[in-house]
């Protein structure tokens, strides 16, 4: 039912930034906790960053706390992670998640989010 498009992956040095954005739609009038979530190669999903409906309360990994930031459109049912001081280990898939069933908590748990967008590649070069 509600579907997630993740865009601006891509190829950076080290050093650089780079801003994913995650579209959802399919769900009109709704409320969603959302996510970012990366798996780099050969390891498991792990949560980056997630907001609360209202953006009131946010969540940062300790590896991208200071250079990262989460933040939503909801009038355009967007997600945004800026991503500044890329380091090549921050190099993974990326992934969005919403979960509708919240209204204004942050969910980190990937095992809650039932909607997912195929992912796009950060690759940070050194």
């Known amino acids: 039912q509600v579907q997630l498009v993740e865009s601006g992956g891509g190829l950076v040095q080290a050093g650089g930034s780079l801003r994913l954005s995650c579209a959802a739609s399919g769900r009109s009038f709704s409320t969603y906790a959302m996510g970012w979530f990366r798996q780099p190669p050969g390891k498991e999903r792990e949560i980056v960053a997630a907001?609360?409906?209202?953006?009131?309360?946010?969540y940062y990994a300790d590896s991208v706390k200071g250079r990262f930031t989460i933040s939503r459109d909801n009038a355009k049912n967007t997600v945004f992670l800026q991503m500044n001081s890329l380091k090549p280990e921050d190099t993974a898939v990326y992934y969005c998640a919403a979960d509708p069933t919240v209204f204004n908590i942050v969910v980190t748990d990937r095992n809650q989010y039932p909607y997912w967008g195929q992912g796009t590649q950060v690759t940070v070069s050194s």
């Open positions: 907001i609360s409906w209202y953006g009131s309360n946010t």
